[in-house]
């Protein structure tokens, strides 16, 4: 893995990615996983697409094989908002060996509230306590490859974010979809500063960064907001967002400069350019809630407890 450190990082600093395994949640055909996913096959790693349905996972495989014929490919089907397809999976995944990177790309925007099968907000469920679920279960192997990594995408909208998520997650409580989302963000970012604290502290070599897409171009908030991409509705509101956005494959830069690059753990990276909307991947700041050292263990505590695990 390397960097171009005196100037834009770009794709073609990837480098070679032979020989090393990646898992990707969320690579729906054309998303930020879709076009992270494809990028890092491009360069030669195995690439396992981790998403909900058979088709979906089919539907992506076929499309970055068109791309790059020679695509070292494998599914494994989660759902995240479920703790118990999320426990399936991390037993699934052992037969994959070590692994050098997770991707915790997938998650949910804005959507009218929903209780998951777990008693949890969808939301957060999906953004957070999944993926905290995932990681835990496969950092083991991450551990085994020698030099893991854990990339976890957060948002602009942590910023909307005023207190942390730390409360009983299984009360219900007046719900505001933004609100809502805007925690799930900050606790990407909580979740990932204290899991590269307590990995350094345990002396395990992993690393955890988080990163931003920026304002891009996706089906997330046309299927937040509409519950579909199907339909005129869906197909306006579409093309409105993508007429204000860079396109989801620039989107998908800074996961991948926080995927390959030569960073240390507890990295956030962004778009470079105006208010972080658009532009060449960069080293960027965050809230000073999001690194709140007490918000952090506690949300890690709180974690533990919802979804059963006790790591690392």
Do not use: C
């Not at 396992?48 to 790059?68: F, H, N, W």
């Not at 304002?215 to 199907?230: E, I, K, R």
């Amino acid at each position: 893995m390397r960097s171009d450190a005196t100037g834009t990082w770009t794709t073609d600093d990837i480098g070679d990615l032979t020989g090393r395994t990646a898992v990707v949640t969320g690579p729906t055909l054309g998303g930020l996983g879709f076009h992270t996913a494809l990028e890092l096959a491009r360069h030669g790693a195995r690439v396992v697409l981790a998403g909900r349905t058979p088709d979906k996972l089919d539907a992506a495989a076929a499309a970055i094989t068109a791309e790059v014929p020679d695509a070292r490919l494998e599914h494994l089907v989660v759902d995240l908002s479920d703790l118990g397809s999320v426990r399936a999976a991390g037993a699934a995944a052992a037969g994959l060996g070590p692994l050098d990177l997770l991707v915790n790309n997938a998650g949910i925007m804005a959507t009218p509230f929903r209780s998951t099968v777990d008693g949890l907000e969808s939301q957060m469920a999906t953004n957070h306590f999944g993926p905290f679920l995932l990681t835990g279960l496969l950092l083991d192997q991450l551990v085994a490859s020698g030099e893991g990594r854990v990339v976890t995408l957060s948002s602009q909208a942590h910023r909307m974010a005023r207190t942390a998520p730390l409360g009983d997650p299984r009360v219900r409580r007046r719900y505001s979809r933004w609100g809502v989302y805007g925690q799930t963000k900050l606790a990407n970012l909580l979740f990932t500063f204290e899991l590269d604290r307590r990995l350094r502290r345990a002396g395990l070599p992993v690393t955890a960064l988080a990163a931003h897409p920026g304002l891009a171009g996706t089906h997330l908030a046309v299927n937040g907001q509409l519950g579909t991409t199907q339909g005129r509705r869906a197909a306006i509101l579409d093309a409105a967002v993508k007429l204000v956005s860079q396109s989801a494959a620039a989107g998908a830069w800074p996961t991948l400069m926080a995927a390959t690059a030569d960073l240390p753990g507890g990295t956030y990276v962004g778009p470079g350019g105006p208010g972080q909307a658009s532009g060449p991947p960069r080293i960027v700041g965050t809230t000073p809630l999001a690194r709140d050292e007490m918000a952090q263990r506690r949300l890690w505590e709180t974690s533990e407890e919802t979804v059963g695990l006790s790591w690392p």
